[in-house]
C-alpha cells in the first residue's frame, strides 16, 4: 500500500532553515509528482509546492516563493529557507494523482518556527 | 489572489443528506477546475473522499458523492452517520500548476 512518511521537522528559530524529507514506499515514486501542503495549528489546508514527477517543473504558492525549494531524488524535500513565525504549521507530503488531484498523504511533520 | 469559498459550519441531523459547496470568489467553478474533497478528523492527516469532480477515491462509501451544482463543486453526503461528524475541505486546480484550498467545512451531525 502506498505509505509516505515525512521527516525533519522541529523547532527552528525566524530567519533559519530547515530541510523537510518524505520517504515514500508502496509504489513507482519516479512516476508520479507530488506535493507539500501545510496546516497551521488550528487553522485550515494550505497547498505549498508540487514537482512533476520527473522534477521538471516546480511551483508554488506566492507566500512561500523564493524561502522555499522543492526538489527530489528517490526522497522528496522542501528546503525551507528565512523561515517565519507565520511559516509554523505540520507539513504533509501528498502524492499528485491522476486527475491532477491530491490522493494519497502523509501523516505530517511539525515545523514550528519560535524564538 | 483567487479565494475559493466553502461554508464555514454545516449541521445535519443523523440519516439525513446535506450538500457542502465549493466555490470562487469571482467566477464558476466547472470540471476543469478538477475539485477534490478531503476528510479530516481531529489530530488525523486528510483523506481523499472525491477527485475530479465526482470519483470516488478507493474505499470511500457510495453515500459519499461529488458534483457540480450550478456554478459551485458539491460534495454530497447522503445517510450522513455520527462518524462523518469532520472538517471538510475542497482544493480547485487553477492551471500553470497552482492549487488551492478552500477554508474548510465543520460538519456537525446531530
Known amino acids: 500500500q502506498v505509505q509516505l512518511v515525512e521527516s525533519g521537522g522541529g523547532v527552528v528559530q525566524p530567519g533559519r532553515s530547515l530541510r523537510l524529507s518524505c520517504a515514500a514506499s508502496?509504489?513507482?515514486?519516479?512516476?508520479?509528482?507530488m506535493h507539500w501542503v501545510r496546516q497551521a495549528p488550528g487553522k485550515g489546508l494550505e497547498w505549498v509546492a508540487v514537482i512533476w514527477y520527473d522534477g521538471s517543473e516546480k511551483y508554488y504558492a506566492d507566500s512561500v516563493k523564493g524561502r522555499f525549494t522543492i526538489s527530489r531524488d528517490t526522497t522528496l524535500y522542501l528546503q525551507m529557507n528565512s523561515l517565519r513565525a507565520e511559516d509554523t504549521a505540520v507539513y504533509y507530503c501528498v502524492r499528485l494523482g491522476s486527475g491532477w488531484t491530491l490522493d494519497y498523504w502523509g501523516r505530517g511533520t511539525l515545523v514550528t518556527v519560535s524564538s | 489572489q483567487t479565494v475559493v469559498t466553502q461554508e464555514p459550519s454545516f449541521s445535519v441531523s443523523p440519516g439525513g443528506t446535506v450538500t457542502l459547496t465549493c466555490g470562487l470568489d469571482?467566477?464558476?467553478?466547472?470540471?476543469?477546475?478538477?475539485p477534490t474533497w478531503f476528510q479530516q478528523t481531529p489530530g488525523q492527516a486528510p483523506r481523499t473522499l472525491i477527485y475530479s469532480t465526482n470519483t470516488r477515491s478507493s474505499g470511500v462509501p457510495d453515500r459519499f458523492s461529488g458534483s457540480i451544482l450550478g456554478n459551485k463543486a458539491a460534495l454530497t453526503i447522503t445517510g450522513a452517520q455520527a462518524d462523518d461528524e469532520s472538517d471538510y475541505y475542497c482544493v480547485l486546480y487553477m492551471g500553470s500548476g497552482i492549487w488551492v484550498f478552500g477554508g474548510g467545512t465543520k460538519l456537525t451531525v446531530l
Open positions: 508502496g509504489f513507482t515514486f519516479s512516476n508520479y509528482g
Open positions: 469571482s467566477g464558476s467553478v466547472s470540471t476543469g477546475y478538477y
